[in-house]
């Protein structure tokens, strides 16, 4: 029986699904040399380690960013822009000039003038992680790679107040990285997709919150769906260009979601040629991030003869599909993040051979979502998922339907209710 068509989805992993605000540990009339109070000011998501060292440090209005040729083009002028939005003008210069007071030097963690301004404050050895210290009057930003640089100067933006001659920077040092590899949203839904503009705001507040992933699949693109053999025209390209260019400034992975499963003849090497030539379109744009959703079809039959002669099961026919495509394309390129894919049997805790088949016959770089016990579940437990990965054989990433409107109880209303029950531990 074909599934209901409600697999939009809003949320992967999220660490957070809150608006930033204005810092509410110094007042913007607070005196500029003098700060009475120290409280500790909120950063979201919470750091792994903060420590409030003293009293805020104020900026003047002039900064020097101290960057290299290591520094991340866009945590750089990140940097640039936090500054300037409390109305303080930056210089950008290298770490061989001359650097006067106050600077925030920003860059890998391993940079000579960055680890002497760290001190003891280490860089931790984990993806996407960094180290910020404000010593004196210099800010030092280390990342272990340029994900972490980039987080570093979004955790800048959040540690700044006031404006101008005031501005000033909160004292701390803070130690980061992210405990969920793969967070951010997919627009997924059935029903109008979203407007471009919408898109590009999406990327902006996934940079602001420190997620990175958003994974194009709206099921009313007809490239992606019902016409999904058929390459972009130039004008669809030069949108979807935009896009990929917003989400890379923002140290976001575009993944481009194809849906095949109404139409695909899993056998038929025209078929996998044309979504290698439809990959290949959006690699030529800068995409490095793709997904093969095989989500409500038929988890019984086959669309072509050819399949129903060649494979005992739908699942073995997805996984020697998948694995063309992820032998031919994924891995031949060589810097193309790990292929993802959504099995026609996406949900719930109970074993099938479905499940098993496909776990045996994937190749083992490839990731599995799925939605958790139910299709839109209540609760997701670390004892729910442990029991789905062994199902399949490996373990998962949640594919979290959350919160979706697009069917039916939920029809034309707006969901505001708090990300939760999604126990502390599934990130293990």
Request: with cysteine; charged share 15%.
């Amino acid at each position: 029986m074909r599934r209901p068509d409600f697999h939009a989805l809003c949320a992967l992993l999220v660490a957070t699904g809150v608006v930033i605000s204005a810092p509410v540990w110094l007042s913007s009339t607070a005196n500029a040399t003098a700060y009475p109070s120290i409280t500790a000011p909120t950063v979201v998501p919470t750091p792994q380690t903060m420590a409030t060292n003293g009293q805020p440090v104020v900026l003047g209005t002039t900064v020097q960013v101290v960057a290299d040729s290591a520094t991340d083009t866009y945590a750089r002028d990140l940097a640039v822009q936090a500054l300037a939005e409390v109305g303080v003008s930056a210089t950008v210069v290298t770490p061989d000039a001359t650097t006067s007071d106050p600077a925030v030097l920003v860059g890998p963690g391993t940079r000579a003038d960055i680890v002497a301004a760290l001190g003891a404050t280490a860089v931790p050895n984990k993806s996407e992680g960094y180290a910020l210290v404000v010593t004196g009057n210099k800010i030092a930003i280390g990342g272990s790679d340029a994900d972490g640089q980039f987080y570093g100067v979004q955790t800048l933006r959040q540690l700044l107040a006031g404006s101008g001659a005031t501005a000033a920077v909160a004292n701390v040092s803070i130690t980061d990285w992210p405990l969920i590899g793969v967070r951010g949203t997919i627009e997924g839904f059935y029903g109008m997709p979203w407007s471009n503009a919408a898109r590009l705001d999406q990327m902006t507040f996934h940079g602001d919150t420190k997620m990175n992933t958003y994974e194009y699949s709206p099921k009313d693109d007809p490239y992606l769906r019902d016409s999904w053999r058929t390459l972009y025209p130039a004008a669809n390209l030069t949108t979807l260009q935009t896009l990929v260019n917003r989400a890379k400034a923002n140290h976001v992975r575009f993944t481009y979601a194809i849906s095949p499963g109404p139409t695909v003849c899993y056998s038929s090497t025209s078929d996998r040629n044309a979504l290698i030539a439809k990959f290949q379109q959006l690699y030529n744009l800068g995409v490095r991030s793709f997904s093969i959703p095989l989500d409500d079809i038929s988890a019984d039959s086959f669309n072509c003869y050819e399949d129903s002669s060649t494979y005992s099961s739908q699942a073995q026919g997805q996984a020697a599909f998948l694995n063309d495509i992820n032998t031919r394309f994924i891995k031949a390129k060589g810097d193309i993040k790990p292929l993802q894919m959504v099995p026609t049997d996406y949900s719930g805790t109970s074993s099938s051979s479905y499940k098993s088949t496909l776990g045996a016959n994937l190749q083992a770089d490839i990731m599995i979502g799925w939605t958790g016990p139910e299709v839109t579940p209540p609760d997701i437990t670390v004892s729910h998922m442990s029991t789905a990965n062994s199902f399949f054989g490996r373990k998962l990433f949640i594919w979290d339907n959350f919160p979706c409107n697009d069917y039916g109880p939920t029809a034309s209303r707006l969901l505001m209710g708090a990300y939760q029950t999604r126990q502390s531990g599934l990130s293990n």
